[in-house]
């Protein structure tokens, strides 16, 4: 049995992934680059690199109302057909307040779920993270259904972790 190399497991980890396309794709934004930039990206990247089919980043006010909404994978109709943004009630709900990642096998049998809003797509594989912002969770990252219809892994968490610590670095510097 063979060791796989130190050099093949370094190109392979999850954190240094989500690192170099993140370097990569901020390069490209222009010098004074927006919030709502950087943040598009980072749920660009989280849908992208999990190869989800689905990614949402929203931030929060104190009172957990969402002030800014950015999504990949859903088409603008979609959104438009949506009254509010969602809002991380039910099984989102959790890691708004307490901070830790959420990893759901299917979203819609967990015991806080209600049911997707009108025009809401249905969802089955969920995963999320916080996002940090002076010590508060001010939103949350998460991304749904991989496209090849598997859940998600640790791998994707530690990618959604890695692009969420970016996020709250904007939110903190940058939205508040």
């Known amino acids: 049995m063979s060791i796989p190399s130190l050099d093949h497991l370094i190109h392979r980890d ?4 989500a690192l170099r396309a993140l370097a990569r794709r901020l390069a490209k ?7 709502d930039m950087a943040l598009q990206v980072v749920t660009d990247l989280s849908k992208e690199l999990t190869r ?5 980043l929203a931030v929060t006010d104190r009172q957990d109302r969402t002030e800014g909404f950015y999504t990949a ?7 438009d057909r949506l009254r509010t943004p969602p809002q ?3 099984p989102l709900g959790s890691l708004r307040y307490d901070g830790k990642p959420v990893r759901f096998d299917d979203v819609r049998q967990h015991a806080k779920a209600f049911g997707f809003p009108p025009a809401h797509p249905e969802m089955q594989h ?5 996002i940090w912002a002076r010590g508060e969770v001010r939103g ?4 749904a259904d991989r496209i090849d ?3 998600f892994t640790e791998a994707d968490e530690e990618i959604l972790t890695t692009l969420a610590a970016h996020a709250s670095h904007v939110v903190e510097t940058e939205w508040y």
């Open 149 to 151: 219809g598997k859940p």
């Open 88 to 90: 991380g009630h039910g």
């Open 14 to 17: 999850p954190e240094r992934l």
């Open 126 to 130: 969920l995963c999320g993270v916080a």
């Open 73 to 79: 994978g859903v088409e603008q109709a979609a959104m």
């Open 29 to 35: 934004l222009p010098p004074r680059r927006t919030p």
């Open 140 to 143: 949350a990252l998460y991304i």
């Open 52 to 56: 989800a089919r689905y990614a949402a």
